[in-house]
């Protein structure tokens, strides 16, 4: 019998997509140009026209979506309803911590929970600048979850924390994305087979941004796209209210855009100077508002 309902798409490739369905049928479907292209992670509503094909006949409204802007400065949306973005830190390679807050402005963008995973827990080296920063983050309320994706230990955590919705991992390369991965989605290549199976001939599917259920509830996309990174798409007010630290100052600088760097009348330097705002993460916003010129 030919289905219809709610289906959610697990990878999307231009007008075409596969979409799972409640029974874990894997269905590739067109969309119509009117509909617009689905993405990965959205819910959509399908009518299913042969056991493997099908069309998508509306995506329901995103709570949120995952862009990436191209050098050219063209948006291209990548992902939807993402819930929780846990942005990967280890203590080799050195940990670039503008790129960990631009995450954080990210999620907090995307009004996504941020959290910040420190693999490679294995690795017994102290590491008394990495132990600082997390403090830091620590006492700005983003959960640290440790794990080793070696050993497989936090992972099981990990797996809790993203039990309730949809997560992606993120983080600069060699963190340990992939291997956490693969540790979360045992299953993985048999998925990947089924995926490639499902999009039809010589389709890669590796390549794309794809969603795996995982095994204790809750999905994980995996996104080769996030990884170059800009927030060129955000407004100056946006970054800022992406430093929670910095939302009790909202509007209390003399002037209405104060950069906080050194105008007069500016409620967030004294705040620095009084120990309330650390001094690195303010620098970093310097860094991220220089990048949107
Ligand atoms: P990605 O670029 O973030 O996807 O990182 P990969 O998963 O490819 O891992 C990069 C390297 O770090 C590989 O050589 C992994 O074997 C290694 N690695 C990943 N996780 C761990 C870990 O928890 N402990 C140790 N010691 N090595 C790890
Ligand atoms: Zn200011």
Redesign the pocket.
Known sequence: MLKQGQGRVVVGFGAESIVELDDGTLLRCKTHRRTGRAVCGDQVRFRQSTPQEGVIEEILPRRNALTRTNYRGQERTLAANIDLLAV?IAAAPEPDFTLVDRYLVLAEHLQAIACLVR?????AQTNAELEARLSLYRALDYPIIT????DGDGVATLAEALAGGTGILV?Q????????INRLVPDRQTRTQALSHASGQGRHTTTETTLYPLPRGGALIDSPGIRILRLAHLSVDEIAHGYRELRPFAGQCQFRDCLHQDEPGCAVQPAVEQGRIDPRRLASFHVLLRELR
């Open positions: 990967v693999n490679k827990a294995d690795l794990t080793s994706a070696t983080g390369s060699g963190v340990g994305k992939s291997s956490l």
